[in-house]
């Protein structure tokens, strides 16, 4: 019976390897574990568009073409995220139910007194609006998350259409936006 000691090198394959790079990344391998696909992780904004993961392991960014797609899209997905935001406020108060007005004494600078009204109001959980508020406010969290993962790439060009896509849907849908003005208000 030999008994030589020979070494055997068993390699895990697992879980993926990763080295750091000189530029603040990470490179990760995937695969079988010997580097046939690596992917960096930036750790600092920049900007290009080679090997630039977006959501998903399939989604990888190559060309300038498909940035410029990428872009376009995350644009208008934070243009609908600002959208569904005034949406639901508006199907909110389109279907309030139970208003009620609560009015009491308030004590005026020049010694008058004054009604000061306050609008109280309500809406009903076994309802179609609620459960289409419910809805929308999954969608909403889930575009909210998609785009903070974009955000979280740290490449220049789809942080740029994130914020670029919030400020035109905010122009867009925020002046919809009820703002009320209580005349008796007071205290600011």
């Known amino acids: 019976m030999d008994m030589s000691h ?4 068993v390699e895990d394959t697992t879980m993926p390897s990763s080295i750091s790079d ?3 990344g990470h490179l990760t391998t995937t695969g079988n574990g010997h580097g046939d696909h690596m992917m960096m992780m930036q750790m600092t904004f920049y900007f290009g568009y080679k090997n ?3 959501l998903f392991a399939g989604l990888v ?3 300038p073409g498909e940035m410029a797609g990428a872009c376009i899209g995350v644009f208008l997905l934070a243009v609908l995220y600002e959208g569904l935001k005034i949406g639901r406020e508006v199907l909110l108060r389109r279907n309030q139910v139970n208003v009620r007005y609560n009015s009491m004494p308030v004590p005026g600078s020049d010694g008058t007194v004054l009604m000061e ?3 109280t109001v309500g809406q009903r959980m076994l309802s179609m609006a609620h459960f289409l508020q419910t809805l929308l406010h999954i969608i909403q969290v889930v575009v909210s998350y998609f785009l903070m993962l974009v955000f979280m790439t740290y490449n220049g060009y789809l942080c740029i259409a994130v914020a670029a896509g919030a400020g035109l ?3 867009l849908f925020s002046w919809k ?3 009320v003005v209580d005349i008796t208000e007071h205290c600011h």
């Open 6 to 9: 020979s070494h055997h090198h």
């Open 22 to 24: 000189d530029h603040g």
């Open 52 to 54: 630039v993961e977006l």
């Open 61 to 63: 960014i190559n060309t």
């Open 117 to 119: 009204t306050h609008k």
């Open 169 to 171: 849907g905010y122009f």
């Open 177 to 179: 936006k009820a703002v």
